[in-house]
């Protein structure tokens, strides 16, 4: 009897939560098939040659290679900016903030803003440093995308330097290590390819973004290196192309938004597959 | 065995504190220079404790306490003034788990070279090499001595531990259970490896294993709840001991 109804009601909870992943994996499947039947026809390597051209020149092919360019400056330099900050401040959280209640409160703190909608982040830059500056700028972008990469880098730094045993940190102290020569020499060592995960993991995270830098570096029609001017970025042009009206443009989006995606695919199959290789073996 | 042998560490009346948790209590002993003396009790007697009061271990833990006195070279390491990371390089340690670090084999051994100032690479090379052979590890690694260390067996792991310890030149090793995380085959490597080590380092060791410290040990100190209960040369301890807990324990009737 009781052993009847624990069955049923296994097979019950079995089959909603198959189900349940059946309806997430059919969406997923409906939305990739979607992306590679329209933009798979559209990539075309004016795509990457090209900069933007009026849509109305219907002769004239045009490109996005002003926005992959603008999205490559935006992201190294959000990283270059997230990744030291990130590590000083992961390696703070695990090592000499490791036993403090200051640690743990950072910690929580930073697991919350992993969460955060973008938007916030977005806006909160645009008051900071596009308003008062009078102009949408690159800069600003960057430093949007560096705040939402922060508390991963950081949160992972902390993860993976915690993952190194202790009794590593005491074998380096009984050789007569400082504590900071042991942490640069042996336990960042020991949990480099985790903290590079992490970074490839950030950099994923914000390469789909497109709130926070539609309030600080919006757009550019054209290829531009200075930081101080608004830069293209591919995801804001896509947001742009997708909802004009020229079906050139729609196409462009198509073909952009297939590219960002596959490169977001590609950045966590090889976080994925280097945490395999370095935690599981 | 010569009474007037020369004392490398020496303690006096030294307690340890956890806390206010009194784990090593009024311990005066000497250990005489070039000897493997070994530390025998029960599990919690505090052996650990006390081998980790000599290279100023429990200084990376908050609310822990020494008083009395331990003589190295006839200075109190216990003083303020004692630089804790320079006596680690005269003092080192080995624990129970073998520690590679995730390097490779001769990264290993550099480390421990450069953190005294040894930088110069052919020299380091030539110290490498040495310290392989020191520890008996050369003719297993000479041909791979830049792949990970953790690649090696646990016992090539504990061999390459020691090297390191060795490489950088210290007057005495601490050796906490080396042996008790390995094999038999490794074990009496170790062990063999130790006697051998005694001519140019003084060696302390933590053992469970009575055979180990009757086969490797030159003296031996039984310890009981934190007190030092009878220290001797370890034929002594091991056939007539002066003291009947002592008897007790090393006939295997109580620990
Ligand atoms: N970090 C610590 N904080 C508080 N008490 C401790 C700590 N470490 C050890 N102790 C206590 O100190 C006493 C001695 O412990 P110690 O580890 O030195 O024993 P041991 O002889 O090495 O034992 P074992 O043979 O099990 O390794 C024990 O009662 C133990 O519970
Ligand atoms: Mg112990």
Redesign the pocket.
Known sequence: MNYKLRKLKNIVILSLSVGATGIGLFFLGFILYDLISKGFSSINIELFTVDQTPPILDDVKGGLRHAFIGQIILTVVATLIAVPLGLLGGTYLAEYGRHKRIGRVISMLADISVSMPSIIVGTFVYAILVKPLGSYNGFAGAIALAIIMLPVITRTTEEMLKLVPWTLREAAFALGASYNNLIVKVVWRGAATGIFTGVLLAIARVAGETAPLLFTSFNNTQLSFDLTKPMPSLTVSIYQYASSPYSSWINMAWAAALIITVAILILNLIGKLLINWRYKS | MKTEHEIVLETKDLNFY??K?L?VKNITMQFPKNMVIALI??????????LRCFNRMHDL?KGTKYEGEVLFNNENILSKETDATQLREQIGMVFQKPTPFPMSISENIAYGLSLKGIKNKTEQKDRIEKALKEAALWDEVHDRLDKNANGLSGGQQQRLVIARALAVEPSVILFD?PTSALDPISTSKIEELISELKSTVSIII?T?NMQQAARISDKTAF?YL?ELIEYNITDKIFTTPDNELTERYVTGRFG
């Open positions: 956890y806390g948790k784990a009790g029960p599990s919690g007697c505090g052996k650990t404790t006390l833990y259970e933590v469970h310890l934190g």
